[in-house]
């Protein structure tokens, strides 16, 4: 059983720059297709992006396109959310979470692990 824990999220200017991390243990990630989802008070949570068992494969919703970067470092067992350009609708409680594939689907369904989140709130 694998278990995600996220970090690095806060209270951060309009403009300003994050970096999540999701670190993993119980299992290695390597082999499997990773994502980021969010969710904001009142809504239902969404993919921000998601990357395959190589660097080279991502995936991102069109509203964070350009401006937040996922990342992972297989040696680590780590997958990164850098955010850059943050405005207030970024606000969310941000999870990571891991397919048992190394196929990447935009869909929450496809992904069966989860961290706990860490909230991101971006001030005007």
């Known amino acids: 059983q694998v278990q995600l824990v996220e970090s690095g999220g806060g209270l951060v200017q309009a403009g300003g720059s994050l970096r999540l991390s999701c670190a993993a243990s119980?299992?290695?990630?390597?082999?499997?297709?990773l994502g980021w989802f969010r969710q904001a008070p009142g809504k239902e949570r969404e993919f921000v992006a998601a990357i395959g068992p190589i660097n080279t494969r991502t995936y991102y919703a069109d509203s964070v396109k350009g401006r937040f970067t996922i990342s992972r470092d297989n040696a680590k067992n780590t997958v990164y959310l850098q955010m850059n350009s943050l405005t207030p609708e970024d606000t969310a409680v941000y999870y990571c979470?891991?397919?048992?594939?190394?196929?990447?689907?935009?869909?929450?369904?496809?992904?069966?692990?989860w961290g706990q989140g860490t909230q991101v709130t971006v001030a005007s």
């Open positions: 979470a891991k397919r048992s594939s190394p196929v990447v689907q935009t869909g929450s369904a496809f992904y069966d692990a």
């Open positions: 119980g299992r290695t990630l390597s082999l499997y297709a």
